[in-house]
Structures are given as C-alpha cells and as structure tokens.
C-alpha cells in the first residue's frame, strides 16, 4: 500500500512570497489533514477535510494561508503571502472513515519550507 | 479539547523498560487514547490506541486505569532506535485531538 505523498520535499522562499505543497492521501482515506510542525514542537493542525468538505479550519490563519480538496483526493495547502514565522515542515496525514481506525493517522514525509 | 500532559524528556537505556505516562483529566466518556512516534526529519507514527485497561501489540503496551485520567505507554527492551518523541492524543474520530510537545525520549547506550 502506497503512503501519502507530498511535494516538494524542500522548498526556500523569500518573505511575501506565495508557495504551495501538494498532498496525495492513502488511495480510500477520507480524512485529510494538514499540520505545522515548528522546530522543537509538537504538529499543529492547519486543517482537516472530511472528503472534500472543511472539518476543522479553526487554526489555519485565513488572511494567508488556503487550502483546498476539490476532488476529496489529493489536497493543496497554499501560502500568500509568506512570513518569517512560517519557517516550518508541513505534514500531512489521511485516516480511514467508518472503518473503526479513524484515530490512525498516517503522515506523509513533509515538506520543510523556509522563508528568508 | 481533553489536553493532555507529558514530561517533557526522559533517558533510559538499552535494554530498559520504559514506561510513559500521560495525564488527561478532563477526558471525554466516548474519547480514545492514542500514541504517536515521531523520528527526527519523519512524519509521526501511529503506535497504539486504548479505551480502557490494557491493549498490546508488537510494538508497546497501553495501560489505561478504570478512571481514565491517565494512561501510561510501556515500550519493553527499548534500543537506541526507540529515540524518539512519543506524542500522547485523545479524542474521538480525530475531532479536536491535538498534539503537544510530547515526550522527548532518549535512550542510552
């Protein structure tokens, strides 16, 4: 079974600039999350879809940051403008539905973005 | 939320039992206990998940008391490949579950 897969890996910009990461979930998994996860802290979710619909947005600043599951499949998580602060790694994870282990998240590798 | 507490590092050594214990106090009748790994450069792993009493599988055990207050993760014989952050999460369905600092656990040889 393939794992989720995200890209770009690595990704340096300056600040004010605009970046996107794209995530492919677990083939079947209808929950979709993006997390931030800052040096030395635990992740934080950004945002989590349930298929193609917004589950759970409460910490993803708004005035910047966008994401989108159109197709209820792969996501993108987009930042526009970027600042200092979202030097980062941005993970995301799918889990099951309905099938009794939707607490098993499964993560992709990241993408470690820094803004200079 | 149910939040959760951890300490924030341990050191044990090969061969050890090592055992984790995570405070949640305010947690909910239907909440579940689930234990993230998470390696330097890695996305966190899924390790186990509770109810209540002791659930094991190839990797650790889970020991959940009858009041749910707290649970303790036990990882038998760690390696050094057991350094890590173990991540402690309760909720239901991955509604309102978030991850704190969790446990920075270095093990020694």
């Known amino acids: 079974e393939a794992g989720v897969a995200q890209s770009p890996r690595y990704k340096i910009i300056e600040k004010r600039q605009s970046v996107a990461f794209w995530c492919n979930p677990i083939?079947?998994?209808?929950?979709l999350y993006w997390y931030q996860q800052i040096l030395g802290q635990g992740p934080k979710l950004l945002i989590q879809f349930q298929n193609n619909g917004v589950v759970d947005d409460s910490q993803l600043p708004k005035d910047r940051f966008s994401a989108e599951r159109l197709k209820g499949v792969d996501s993108t998580l987009k930042i526009q403008p970027a600042k200092l602060e979202d030097s980062a790694v941005y993970l995301c994870a799918s889990s099951s539905y309905g099938t009794g282990k939707e607490n098993e998240q499964y993560f992709g590798p990241g993408t470690r973005l820094t803004v200079t | 939320l149910a939040k959760t507490t951890q300490p924030i590092s341990m050191d044990s050594y090969e061969g050890q039992e090592v055992n984790i214990t995570c405070s949640h106090n305010n947690i909910a009748t239907n909440d579940y206990i689930t234990w993230y790994q998470q390696f330097p450069s890695q996305g966190p792993r899924f390790i186990i998940q509770g109810y209540k009493t002791k659930v094991t599988n190839e990797v650790a055990s889970l020991f959940i008391p009858a009041d749910r207050k707290s649970s303790t993760l036990s990882l038998p014989r760690v390696s050094l490949s057991d350094t890590a952050v173990y991540y402690c999460l309760v909720g239901l369905n991955n509604n309102d579950m978030r991850f704190g600092a969790g446990t920075r656990l270095t093990v020694k040889p």
């Open positions: 083939s079947g998994h209808a929950t």
